[in-house]
Each structure stands twice: as C-alpha cells, then as structure tokens.
C-alpha cells in the first residue's frame, strides 16, 4: 500500500480555515493551517481527488526536498543534485514559479532562472539535450519557495490556477475569482437549502459556483487537464476511479438560483458560461436592475452578491449606489440573509445598515470586507441560517 506524503495546499487570505475543512472532509491527514495556505497528508489518489473536488484551493503542491541557502550558487547546486529525470524527460518542457520571504533573496523572478538554469544544465550534462521552458502548458510546473534561508521544492500537481474551472468562457470587466466566489458562499453556511440570488452577477461567477455546490459537483471537473496528467507516473485509472466516485455524489437541488443584472451584454455572457457548465436547470438568468427589483416569494432567501466598481464614478455616486444597496434590501427583500464584497470601506458606511459579521477577504490585490446583513421580516428578524 503507498505511503502517505506531505502536501500543500494553497488558498486566499481568509479562507485557510475552510480549505482546512474542505480537505479533512475529503479524508486528509496531519492538516496544519498556514497563510494562505495548508499543509496535509494524503496518498496520489488523495492528491488526484483534492485538485478535482476543493472549491476553496488554488493549487496543489507536492514538496519533494527542502535545504538549507545562503548564496544563488547554493541554490543552483542543490537544485541541480535532485534527479529531475525522475519527473520528467529531457524532451519536456518546464515552468518555475518562485515565492521568496527572504532578505537574501529578493527577486522571485531571478530566483525562478536560476532554478531553471539548473535543471536545464543536469540535462543537457546528463542526457545530452535540454527541456524547452513553456509558462503556459508545460510538463512539469516547478515551485519555489523561500522562507529566510529555507528553500523548498515542490512539483505543482495543479498547472494552470484551480481557480481556472474549465466553465468560462465569457468575461466581464475585472470578474471575481472562482475561488474567492465559492469560498464567499461557504463563508456564508448556504449549501443549498434554500433559494439564492446574485443582482448583479456579471459573467455568473457566484451564481454558477452556489449551483455546483448546491448539487454537490465538483468544481474542477470541466478543466483539461490538471498538471499530473503530464508526469511519468500519472495513473489514469485510478484518476478515473477518483472522478466518478465524485461524479455518484452528485446530488438533487429543490431550490432555485438567480442570477441577475441590469447590463444586457453581462447578462449574454452569464448565460455563456452557465450553459457551458450545464448548469441552466438551476439557474434563472434576468435582465433587471436590483434597485428596481423585490424578493418574488416568501421563502427564505440568501443575496450574495459584489457590486461593481467604477472609479469614473464621484464619491456622491458611489454614496449614493452604496444608499440604494441598504434602501433596496430594506424595501423588496425581507426575510434573507444578504451578504455583500467590498474594498470601498467608506462607501459602505452609506448602505445605512449594521453589518452582523464582517470577514476581511482580498478581492484580486484590494483588501475587503465581506459583510453580513440580516433582513427583518416584517417586525421580526430572519431566522439565522
């Protein structure tokens, strides 16, 4: 029976401890929570069943050796002493990604060469040629990583960024990250049991994300490939077998999921990616400005949603659509839970209503807040769900 080895998963800040979750309900052992990141133990297929199944990481790395650096040369030696013939041929092609916390060491991007430089130089001495370099769909993606004087190699079992779900097509304008969509949800407890709504859903990303954790879908399970397809010992039966254990935990969704906005040409590209993902059943596509909107039933509901961003707007326009917000879900929407994104701490002032949580989250690079409001049903307050 093969061993257990260490992984790392990486993740947002903020969503460290639902990742954490994620992976022990898939069965991981040893977690140990970082930032933005966690580390846990689990066999290939464990590694195959991560990158297909968890919403909330970004990649999946496997460390192969640590050591000790003082000096570019000591890194250049060290990487060039592993045997990467045993990871890849020397027909191949190659990325390395580098992370570096160091005073020593201050440029990743030279840190990511030097690597290069190294494995490039053992197979060239070795074998007589040399692996291409390919940032996009390489054999082998590499991770650096550089703590003061300590350095880790790991191979990224992912490629391309889990957030990259396979499902979009379609963009809008600065388009929130898969990853940050599904773990808002999490964050927010729904899982399907009742209705939900995103009012001004650009693309779809949220609304698409709520559907595939509503039925329970894997998240990945659209992507081409994940980067251990491309090593010497990818297995794919056992992949096979990993995926369609997930794929009988699919599950039926009762509710409806709604998917709004008041620009027609998000709204077309909405409907794109959720079809793309198979996902038209569950979701109502709307043309309909929030503001002018109200709750069509009384069943509980949850309103989750990132308002967009215009920095051609004036700080009264911005006061004033952060107002309308808080009179919107005052006036049509009694009875919800409504959760809100933001990185505009002062426009959320005007929503003119008392967040019950705050969680400090980064939408891209700004730092935001993603804030609770629990909506009174006539004289009384939503049930909390």
Known sequence: MEKNFKMVAKTLYGL??????????????????????????????????????SRTAIKVLKPITAFNIFTEDDLYKKVYDIPWENYMEADGSLAVDATVYSEVFTHSQYISLKTKDAIVDRFRDKAGERPDVDLDHPTLRINIHIDRNICTVSLD???????????????????????????????????????????????????TEAAMIACNIPPNLNRDEFGFETWPDFDVDLYETI???????????????????????????????????????????????????????????????????????????????YAEIGNTLKRGYPGTQAWMITSNMEALKSVGLRPSRKIKLYNGKLESKFVRYEMYEGSRKAKKQ
């Open 157 to 207: 079992s992912s490629g391309a960024s889990l957030h990259k779900r396979g499902y979009k097509i379609e963009n809008t304008l600065a388009p929130i990250n898969e990853v940050l969509a599904a773990g808002m949800i999490m964050l927010t407890g729904w899982n399907g049991q009742c209705d939900f709504m995103d009012p001004m859903c650009g693309s779809g990303t949220i609304a």
């Open 16 to 53: 460290e401890e639902l990742l954490a979750q994620e992976l022990r309900q898939l069965g991981a052992s040893n977690i140990e929570i970082g930032t933005r990141n966690v580390a846990f133990e689990g066999d290939t297929g464990f590694m195959y069943k991560v990158n297909l199944c």
């Open 243 to 321: 995926e369609n254990a997930a794929l009988k935990k699919i599950k039926e969704f009762y509710f409806k999921i709604y998917a709004s906005d008041k620009d027609a040409f998000a709204l077309r590209k909405a409907k794109a990616n959720i079809e793309n993902a198979n996902l038209s059943e569950f979701i109502e596509v709307k043309e309909q400005d929030f503001f002018q909107s109200k709750k069509e039933t009384e069943r509980p509901m949850f309103v989750v949603f990132n308002p967009p961003y215009d920095e051609r707007l004036s700080v009264d326009d911005i006061d004033a659509f």
